[in-house]
């Protein structure tokens, strides 16, 4: 049972993508800031021009290739749910699911490399913000992925089908965000 | 703004009302009614406002009597003293102010003043509250761990937060910004029920000009929290980055740059003087509108004075650095824009005097507290324009001026606004009704004392008395001229201040054994929450019976009528809207 | 939002997938740029700045496209263009706000170069990078901050000076700098004048409700209220009441 309060609508947006969307305001702030203040250090700082041309562009690509297509994995179970085909949402979101697997997979690797070969946290200012802003991204996409489970579980039965385009919208953001890391970290040499 | 669209097809979901959530002490733990959370997040915060007066009994007691052994205390070593000072900062400002005014009472008010029988998501209006007690317990054991509470201030400045062989502090400091940062991110959660609820959960009829002004000023402090707090965030990722595993994002030494710090603390800073302050002007103005009897004057300006304020607030973080080394340029600008917030803020003290003339004023105890809160908050906004302005500020800045002045701000915001709105809405959450007279005794034994306290810190503060040291006997050219007299004149205000609370607690327990049970509406008030039980029950009203708007809230002495309130949930006799 | 997939009907499916092509050809167009552009090393001269081909190429790719990318997502992925003018607003807001932050931030953080101060600290970071480069690990080998420091040995020495950066170097900077912050000072300024005038209609009502003033003020109410729109802004500042 609800309270009444959940069923208005005063706006004409719905409840929980109104709320979407201030989550994702107060992202873009605490994203935004990070990225400010490692653009005002890179541009301060050319010698960190040398640390970033160590970062695989190919590596970066394939997984911004790997975000872009979960995205559109993404809203096409939007679509689904709003025909009502809950089972074909749920399937979507799983292949959404299985590209933040990849994702992370890949990352794993990445990081794994680097650090192997002595590229630590600790070793200049680019790498610190390198490990620092793209494992808060990554952490927003395990979060993400954690929750589109949760969703896709309850869209397979024709539950809750609303949920689909609202997690959607959030994995939209976290692709936006990777694909603004993708040029910062990889191709900006 | 959007009409409000009026579903009547949902009106009567509640079916089953025999459904009342938890009983008993789960209640406490699992519950998702507002009126509950709103009671956790009031009583945390309470605790935690003894936590922080008990600090400051114990450094003011170092600072008039310096070497002593304080009651209930013990020495004061000069870490203890600066962790003390560092951590009453912290918890007055976002264990007490934010919790009690912004959380409290916005949980509390919003869904009963919007006419709604909830948040619109009352489980992450819970998870914010467990969030929010995590992080209470997190702060509080910061102060235990070995080595001692954080000691760098409550700003934290880096390097002496972000370096452990300065701070002496290697858990206490990342407990500390671990506390700080859950606490945002409940407040983050919170926020965005706050305004949701606000904008899509208005009850039928009630247009975005009919909803009450607090509501208005907290909903506007959500949503400067959430659009300013984003940087500190990220830069309290970098700090604990800074601690633990030894990055220099702020260390010059690696390229890094303190200043950066400073700037993402300050970005957040000030807009947090607004999250704190707008909700207690809100407060204040239905206080005074209903004691007045009279309609507040110029409602709509009111907002736009609100939502300039919180445009400017954004513009104006950087007079907090004028001599950390910020160039000289941006000292002119952020002046400029400093002296300039000061406008929209005169202009709400105005509107307060406007509604009061020719009002037919009651001098009730929540009255005297809001009254009071214009008065004393107009010398905190005064003598800021000394400290905004960045020639003075270089003789000010770091002196007991600075202190004074925000204190002059801050208690008039945490500690008169929260009485104000504790003694105003307490028939409505507990009902019962307070001891009028007891509640005097204890408004006249704060506010006394508290210009006692502060108004001789001005004076060591245009003396040139360093804010930061714990035993001015070792300063010679501070310790001169009876300077120490004043400190014992203030602390010895303080005490008497801090036991005339000893009355409001009295008070409390008297009401609640045997005060006399409060009526629906005891004050004559127009707005949504007095047209229910005190208290209200689950669902704040029957499902039947969910409140419909026809007017604004501030119908007060309305020519023609026999009373002279008219609570906005009655029908009109004629079709036409009365507005 | 509803309503939304019958205006299309079955094409929907065929325009997401457009939108997915266009997206990963932007990406191909994004990698390929600073390629290019790294072997470019042709400068023209504008207005007396040098401006490096390359770099400008590599940052057009690099940064429009992901604007652009990032536009193609939230239009059509987050359907953000059909949503109400309050999330877009907010949603700018918060953009804003973060170059808002830049330019409030920059002067001090990015720049190493100010009226009468200068940051040493970072300057001599940029050096010590820099030439570390240059001398791979003769002169800092027994250098212990950086000897086994993989980030200053192993790297290929590259010239890159700060002018290069950005086309205009420092002064794109102080251009930027110095435009939000006029907009800044424009803005408040209207903002407080508004204010103000606010404030006096407030303190003008107060005062006439005083028997003494309203007489003395009477006639100039008549002027002012004659003006064009004065009345009719009174009643909008003090609500219909």
């Known amino acids: ?90 399937r979507y979101l799983y292949f959404t699911i299985l590209g933040a697997a990849t994702f992370i997979g890949v990352k794993t690797y990445e990081w794994w490399y680097e650090i192997s070969h002595g590229y630590t946290i600790t070793s200049n200012g680019f790498w610190a913000f390198y490990y620092s802003a793209a494992g808060l991204h990554a952490f927003h996409v395990i979060a993400g992925a954690v929750i589109m489970a949760f969703v896709a579980r309850d869209a397979a039965k024709n539950l809750e089908l609303h949920r689909v385009e609202l997690i959607g919208i959030y994995w939209h953001f976290v692709d936006i965000v990777w694909i603004f890391l993708f040029p910062l970290l990889y191709i900006a040499k | 703004m959007v009409e409000p669209a009026v579903d009547l097809t949902h009106a009567h979901p509640h079916d089953d009302h025999a459904h009342h959530g938890p009983e008993g002490w789960k209640k406490y733990l699992w519950s998702t009614d507002h009126k509950v959370i709103a009671m956790q997040y009031m009583f945390t915060g309470m605790f935690m406002a003894l936590v922080g007066g008990f600090m400051a009994y114990v450094f003011r007691m170092q600072l008039a009597f310096p070497g002593m052994n304080v009651p209930g205390f013990g020495m004061v070593s000069m870490g203890e003293y600066n962790a003390l000072v560092t951590n009453h900062g912290t918890i007055m400002i976002f264990w007490v102010a934010m919790p009690v005014l912004l959380a409290a009472f916005g949980n509390f008010l919003i869904p009963l003043m919007v ?95 009919d909803v009450p002004l607090v509501v208005w000023m ?118 400029i824009t400093t002296l300039l917030i000061s406008v929209p803020i005169a202009e709400l003290c105005f509107v307060y005097i406007a509604t009061l003339y020719g009002g037919s004023i009651r001098l009730t105890t929540p009255m005297l507290w809001a009254l009071a809160f214009v008065a004393e908050f107009l010398i905190g906004g005064v003598t800021g324009i000394f400290l905004g302005a960045a020639g003075a500020d270089i003789y000010f800045h770091d ?137 209200p029950p689950h669902g704040n009203w029957h499902p039947d019976e969910m409140p419909v708007v026809y007017r604004g809230p501030y119908e007060f002495s309305v020519p023609g009528r026999a009373d002279d309130y008219w609570p906005q949930n009655e029908p009109p006799r004629r079709d036409r809207r009365d507005s | 939002m509803a309503g939304h997939s019958e205006d299309r009907g079955g094409l929907l499916g065929n325009h997401y997938v457009r939108i997915y092509v ?21 400068e023209i001269s504008i207005f007396g700045y040098s401006i490096g081909l390359g770099i400008t190429l590599t940052l057009i790719t690099a940064f429009g496209i992901a604007i652009w990318k ?89 010239h890159k000076s700060t002018d290069n950066l950005l086309p205009g170097g420092y002064n794109l900077a102080h251009a930027g700098f110095w435009t939000v912050l006029i907009l800044v000072a424009v803005g408040t300024n209207a903002v407080a004048i508004m204010l103000s005038i606010g404030v006096l209609i407030l303190v003008f009502e107060t005062l006439s409700h005083i028997p003494i003033v309203r007489r003395l003020l009477a006639p100039l109410v008549g002027i002012a209220m004659r003006l064009p729109g004065v009345g009719r802004i009174r009643a909008r500042l003090l609500g219909a009441g």
């Not at chain 2, 002045?405 to 019962?432: D, E």
């Not at chain 2, 300063?475 to 008497?496: H, K, M, N, P």
């Open chain 2, 218 to 335: 907290i909903v506007v402090a959500s949503i400067l929290f959430m659009l300013s707090v984003g940087p500190l965030l990220a830069g309290a990722i970098m700090l604990i980055f800074d601690q633990t595993l030894g990055t220099g994002f702020f260390n010059p030494a690696t390229g890094g740059d303190p200043i950066l710090w400073q700037h993402l603390f300050w970005f957040f800073g000030h807009p947090e003087v607004y999250v704190v302050l707008l909700p207690a002007m809100g407060v204040v103005i239905e206080i005074i509108a209903t004691f007045s009897r009279k309609k507040v004057f110029g409602y709509r300006i009111v907002i736009f004075t609100v939502v300039a304020t919180g445009v400017l607030s954004f513009f104006v973080w950087a007079h907090h650095q004028f001599i950390a080394g910020i160039d000289p340029r941006m000292a002119n600008i952020f002046t």
């Open chain 1, 1 to 90: 049972m609800r309270p009444i309060a959940t069923t208005r609508a005063a706006t004409g947006i719905a409840t929980g993508k109104l709320a979407v969307w201030w989550v994702l305001a107060s992202e873009v702030v605490i994203f935004g800031g990070l990225l400010a203040s490692y653009v005002m250090f890179r541009l301060g700082h050319p010698e960190w021009a040398d640390a970033a041309a160590v970062t695989d562009t190919t590596i970066g690509a394939f997984n911004t290739f790997v975000l872009l297509t979960s995205s559109l994995t993404a809203v096409l179970a939007h679509q689904a749910a709003e025909r009502g085909d809950g089972p074909k949402a749920a």
């Open chain 3, 70 to 158: 990032a536009s193609l997502v939230v239009k059509h992925f987050m359907h953000l263009s059909i949503e109400r003018p309050i999330a877009k607003i907010f949603l700018a807001a918060s953009v804003l706000l973060l170059a808002l932050f830049w330019g409030g931030v920059a002067p001090d953080v990015q720049l190493h170069d100010g009226r009468m101060w200068e940051n040493l600290a970072a300057k001599e970071a940029v050096v010590r990078g820099i030439v570390d480069d240059h001398y791979a690990d003769e002169e800092h080998a027994a250098d212990d901050d950086h000897a086994d420091d993989p980030a200053h040995v192993s790297l290929v020495p590259t």
């Open chain 2, 399 to 535: 002196t007991y001026f600075v202190l004074a002045h925000f204190h002059y701000t801050f208690f008039p915001i945490a500690i008169i606004g929260t009485y104000a709105a504790f003694t105003y809405w307490f028939p409505k959450m507990f009902g019962k009704m307070m001891d009028d007279r007891l509640g005097k005794w204890h408004f006249w034994l704060t506010i006394i004392p508290f210009n006692m306290i502060f108004i001789p810190l001005f004076v060591l503060g245009m003396g040139g008395q360093h804010r930061r040291i714990s035993n001015y006997s070792g300063f010679s050219e501070l310790a001169r001229d009876g300077f120490q007299d004043v400190r014992v004149f203030a602390t010895v205000s303080l005490l008497i201040m801090l036991a005339a609370q000893l009355i409001f607690f009295y008070n409390c327990w008297k009401t609640w054994r045997s005060g006399p049970k409060a009526p629906k509406n005891p004050w004559k008030a127009n707005s949504l929450e007095w047209t229910t039980e005190s208290p």
């Open chain 3, 22 to 42: 266009l997206l990963l050809a932007l990406l191909v167009v994004s990698i390929a740029g600073p390629l290019v552009g790294e072997r470019l090393d042709t």
């Open chain 2, 115 to 209: 006419g709604a029988d909830d948040m619109v998501f009352p489980k992450i209006n819970r998870l914010s509250f467990q969030v929010f007690f995590v992080s209470t317990i997190v702060i509080l054991a910061s102060l235990v761990v070995e080595g001692g509470g954080f000691a760098g201030a409550w700003t934290a400045y880096p390097p002496l937060s972000a370096n452990e062989t300065y701070n002496l502090t290697p858990l206490g400091s990342t407990l500390w910004v671990v506390g700080v940062g859950l606490e945002f991110v409940a407040f983050l959660l919170g926020g965005i029920n706050f305004i949701t609820t606000l904008m899509n959960s208005r009850a039928p009829g009630m247009r975005a000009f």
